[in-house]
């Protein structure tokens, strides 16, 4: 699971500065960016915060971090066949 990223790229989309945006999260921008860059596991009540100021459904967010290596390797392929599809109508929450 990428979360860190996939904050990072729907903060970036949505204009955000990191400072700006750690602050209106209630975190300092240093916390922000470990999450950001994966260095640090945020708690559910902070991805809960980033979620609503992102305005994207923390289930989107989740699903929008999804790798391959969190997929069973049983289902990988059809994983990787539906991604590009579920992540286009996914698009539309950012």
């Known amino acids: 699971m990428d979360i860190g990223n996939t904050i990072k790229k729907i903060r970036i989309k949505k204009g955000y500065k990191q400072n700006e945006f750690a602050e209106k999260c209630q975190l300092t921008q240093a ?10 596991e945020p708690t559910i009540n ?26 069973e390797p ?7 066949i539906i991604l590009p599809s579920i992540k286009g109508m996914i698009e539309s929450f950012f």
Request: charge should be neutral; aromatic fraction near 12%.
């Open 31 to 40: 916390y922000l960016s470990k999450i950001e860059n994966n260095q640090k």
């Open 74 to 80: 049983k289902k990988r392929d059809a994983f990787e």
């Open 46 to 71: 902070v991805l809960k915060a980033i979620a609503f100021n992102l305005e994207t459904p923390l289930p989107v967010l989740f699903f929008h971090s999804l790798t391959v290596d969190d997929i």
